[in-house]
Nanobody
Framework: QVQLVESGGGSVQSGGSLRLSCAVS????????MGWFRQAPGKEREGVAT????????SYADSVKGRFAISKDNAKNTLYLQMNNLKPEDTAMYYC??????????????????????WGQGTQVTVSS
């Protein structure tokens, strides 16, 4: 049973930092592509960042580039999203996700909501001005 569990969300002031974690269980090293998505109230879910493990290739949405960093600790089976210089517009529910099976680096880089099979329950991030 594959399970993704996010944690690390919370409330911070503008300019603050948070580190989100996504614990993966049920399988190991079977999916080399993982990503972070977010969804604000009344908005569609959007991609934030992706990581293709074999080449440590990362991708970021323009809105977070330079402020967020995605990484993975293989020993702990945990995906991370380091978020710095947070802004009120970053307020959203954040989800980690992964497609089922093998995908290419290019596919992973452009990962969409519809491409992801496994999802966590989300962790709330609230940034106040």
């Amino acid at each position: 049973q594959v399970q993704l569990v996010e944690s690390g969300g919370g409330s911070v002031q503008s300019g603050g930092s948070l580190r989100l974690s996504c614990a993966v269980s049920g399988y190991t090293n079977t999916n080399y592509c993982m990503g972070w998505f977010r969804q604000a109230p009344g908005k569609e879910r959007e991609g934030v960042a992706t990581l293709y493990t074999p080449t440590t290739t990362t991708s970021y949405a323009d809105s977070v580039k330079g402020r967020f960093a995605i990484s993975k600790d293989n020993a702990k089976n945990t995906l991370y999203l380091q978020m710095n210089n947070l802004k009120p517009e970053d307020t959203a529910m954040y989800y980690c996700a992964a497609p089922m099976g093998y995908v290419s680096a290019s596919f992973c880089r452009l990962l969409r909501t519809r491409d992801s099979t496994y999802w966590g329950q989300g962790t709330q991030v609230t940034v106040s001005s």
